[in-house]
């Protein structure tokens, strides 16, 4: 059950992303508030349900939240909200669901996982049926879209695949609050043009911010 709310929960990124691109806001603004307004929420729940304390951690756990955030959310939440300026919904929601055949051979290549032929049968049929529900509109308004999809795709399963062994014995509602932070502050910076534009972005997109830090 918490998989289907994730995977419908994370199906709404396009639908905001969509939204706040009609009201006039770029991706880095976007991204930037709602990892922060999201990290924000996160430190709350921390405080709340483990106590202030939760958030102290050590220099090496920080530094691989950073990396997480920096390398992982910021970098492939750029890409996927890029593509999703120059494709269709479909089509970037499609390529962003490639990921699992890079963690494949992610996980294969550099962490020497074993490939079943059971396991290479599961992306193609997983592809087909997100064909299947989400539909046929594949459009192209410019190329790079398709590039910036792969990419956001392959840094997506690059940030599973580091996350594993990182995450593992970590509380992740500590690791989400660090790794959304870092993310938020990396993108809040990139897009910055001056704090009159940031309360506007707010004013414009707050439906849209909101909906992308509670909901995905």
């Not at 729940?45 to 939240?65: D, E, M, T, V, Y």
């Amino acid at each position: 059950l918490q998989v289907i709310l994730a995977g419908v929960c994370f199906g709404f990124l396009g639908v905001f992303g969509r939204w706040a691109f009609e009201v006039g806001l770029q991706p880095t603004e976007l991204l930037g508030s709602r990892f922060l307004l999201a990290s924000l929420l996160t430190a709350v729940l921390c405080g709340w349900r483990f106590g202030c304390r939760s958030l102290q951690i050590s220099r090496a756990n920080l530094f691989h939240f950073a990396l997480l955030g920096l390398l992982g959310y910021a970098v492939f939440s750029s890409f996927y909200f890029l593509s999703l300026q120059r494709l269709s919904i479909t089509l970037a929601v499609l390529l962003l669901y490639t990921f699992p055949i890079w963690v494949t051979l992610g996980g294969a290549l550099f962490f020497k996982d074993r490939l079943t032929w059971i396991q290479l049968t599961y992306v193609p049929v997983a592809l087909v049926g997100l064909v299947l529900l989400i539909g046929f509109d594949f459009h192209v308004q410019q190329a790079t879209g398709l590039v910036y999809g792969l990419i956001a795709a392959i840094t997506y399963a690059a940030y599973i695949l580091l996350s594993g062994p990182w995450l593992r014995a970590q509380n992740p509602f500590v690791a989400i609050f660090y790794i959304q932070f870092f993310a938020g502050l990396a993108l809040f910076a990139a897009g910055f043009q001056s704090w009159e534009r940031s309360l506007q972005v707010f004013q414009l997109g707050w439906p849209m911010i909101l909906g992308l830090a509670v909901v995905c």
